[in-house]
Nanobody
């Protein structure tokens, strides 16, 4: 069974940075490929970034060059470094264990002056 807990959200001004963390527990297979998604108010949940077991990464076009996904396998942690934040990045951010289709509870990120 997979358990995911996100943290690190908050209020930040445009142009600022935040780092989200996802503490994960579960089998090696379940946690091999990890992703971040987000859902803004009134919007559908959308893909943000993916990291594979081998360290390969993929990003949504809207965040490429500003966000960086990483992981620490020894600690079962996944991170999302978000730089040059924009108001349109405001959303609840969710950690996703792709192989198990499991989700965390989400963490709110608000970008506003």
């Amino acid at each position: 069974q997979v358990h995911l807990v996100e943290s690190g959200g908050g209020l930040v001004q445009p142009g600022g940075s935040l780092r989200l963390s996802c503490a994960a527990s579960g089998s090696i297979f379940s946690l091999e490929n990890m992703a971040w998604y987000r859902q803004g108010l009134g919007n559908q949940r959308e893909f943000v970034a993916l990291i594979t077991g081998g360290g390969g990464t993929n990003y949504a076009g809207s965040v490429k060059g500003r966000f960086t996904i990483s992981r620490d396998k020894t600690k079962n942690m996944v991170y999302l470094q978000m730089d040059r934040l924009k108001p349109e990045d405001t959303a609840v951010y969710y950690c996703n264990a792709v192989n198990a289709n499991s989700w965390g509870q989400g963490t709110q990120v608000t970008v506003s002056s």
